[in-house]
Every structure is written in structure tokens, then in C-alpha cells.
């Protein structure tokens, strides 16, 4: 199993709605995990990160994680247009090689959402 | 402003060509990744740096070199290009202080032909 997994997609939902991404990953003692949006033809950048179980709330947008079951969700509530791109789900690799080396990242392959007018 | 800068945004290139893609940030940032990413099957680590001359194989270093003989420069080296590397390859940079948080360029679309 990949140390990342995202399986669902592509997602749609009509604008206003709640958007929900999950992720699911293998290593149990992971410790931190990161969202990241890329938009069409853009490269990734970071909008969300989590630490600690439960949800991490920024504005319109809320990270879960739940360490017994291993996944990490995000939701956008009141999901616009430009939210549309693909999100990535992210954590450092199992053990840690180097100094810095946990934020060398396995990556999901990604999710695309499209917010529908 | 951050600023993570790849040379080309596409390149196309001839089976057997030597090929540079060069990366450059102006952060002062100590950890420095090329990845490709390919439809289906998402970000690819290649190669990590953590310092200047250090290096990491990533998931897949099969057929690519890497050389970081300046802080700010990371480039990746393609021996002899064949047509499986068709691909985005993106660079990024990062402090270093486990932040998580990778900086990318804009990436360097590369055809072999």
C-alpha cells in the first residue's frame, strides 16, 4: 500500500455546497500531514497542515484527522468556482533520513474538484 | 516574495540527449526536491538535497542525476533522455525546519521524442 492513498474522484459540487477530500494513509506513527491545492496548469501550493487529532479550522476551510482510523479529510464549506483544482494529500515518508528530511513528502495522487455554477 | 525559478518551461529534447533542467530560489532555503509528476500517478520524488554537495535518492533516481554545487542552485541531469521520461518535472525548495511547507517553481515541461 502506498504511504498515501487518495482513491475518490474526480469530485463535483454545485457552488454553496460542502466539498469533502479524503486520504488515507498507511504509516501509523505518521505525525503531521498537508494539503495542497494545485489549480489547472499551476504548480501545488500549501493551504492546509495538521498536527494533532480532530479538526484544524482557516476560514472556509477544515482539516480532520483521525489517528485510529488513518485518514485525514478537508472540507471547503460554501465551495466556489475558483475552488476548482486538484488537492493533494501529503506526509513525510516512514523514518526520517536526514536533517530536513521530513518535509521530503510522499504525495497522493490527488483529487479534482470541480465547483459547479 | 518567494520565489523558486526553473530555467525552461518546455523543452524538447531527441532519444539519447543530454538534458539540464535547472532550479534556482532565492529563499536561503537548505532542502531542495525534484519532482515529476505524470497524469495517474501524481508527485514523484526523484532526488532531495539537504545542503550544498548533499543528495537523497527519491522513489524513483533510475535514469537521473542531480548536482548542487550552490545553495540556491539545484539542477537535474538527464544522462540520455528516452521517451519514459516525458514528463512535468517540478523543483522545490524548503527551509529545512520541518514546516512541511515546499515551495514550487513552475515546472519544466520536457518531450522526448
Known amino acids: 500500500q502506498k504511504e498515501v492513498e487518495q482513491n475518490s474522484g474526480p469530485l463535483s459540487v454545485p457552488e454553496g455546497a460542502i466539498a469533502s477530500l479524503n486520504c488515507t494513509y498507511s504509516?501509523?506513527?505518521?505525525?503531521?500531514f498537508f494539503w495542497y491545492r494545485q489549480y489547472s496548469g499551476k504548480s501545488p501550493e500549501l493551504i492546509m497542515f495538521?498536527?494533532?487529532?480532530g479538526d484544524k479550522e482557516d476560514g472556509r476551510f477544515t482539516a480532520q484527522l483521525n489517528k485510529a482510523s488513518q485518514y485525514v479529510s478537508l472540507l471547503i464549506r460554501d465551495s466556489q468556482p475558483s475552488d476548482s483544482a486538484t488537492y493533494l494529500c501529503a506526509a513525510p515518508p516512514r523514518g526520517r533520513s536526514t536533517q530536513g528530511g521530513s518535509e521530503k513528502l510522499v504525495f497522493g495522487k490527488g483529487t479534482k474538484l470541480t465547483v459547479n455554477p | 516574495d518567494v520565489k523558486v525559478t526553473q530555467s525552461s518551461r518546455y523543452l524538447v529534447k531527441r532519444t539519447g540527449e543530454k538534458v539540464f533542467l535547472e532550479c534556482v530560489q532565492d529563499m536561503d532555503h537548505e532542502n531542495m526536491f525534484w519532482y515529476r509528476q505524470d497524469p495517474g500517478l501524481g508527485l514523484r520524488l526523484i532526488y532531495f538535497?539537504?545542503?550544498?554537495?548533499?543528495?537523497e535518492k527519491g522513489d524513483i533516481p533510475e535514469g537521473y542525476s542531480v548536482s548542487r554545487e550552490k545553495k540556491e542552485r539545484f539542477s537535474l541531469i538527464l544522462e540520455s533522455a528516452s521517451t519514459n521520461q516525458t514528463s512535468m518535472y517540478l523543483c522545490?525548495?524548503?527551509?529545512?525546519?520541518?514546516?512541511?511547507?515546499?515551495?514550487f517553481g513552475e515546472g519544466s515541461r520536457l518531450t522526448v521524442l
Open positions: 504509516d501509523r506513527g505518521s505525525q503531521s
Open positions: 538535497s539537504y545542503d550544498v554537495k548533499m543528495k
Open positions: 495538521i498536527y494533532s487529532n
Open positions: 522545490a525548495s524548503s527551509s529545512g525546519r520541518d514546516t512541511g511547507e515546499l515551495f
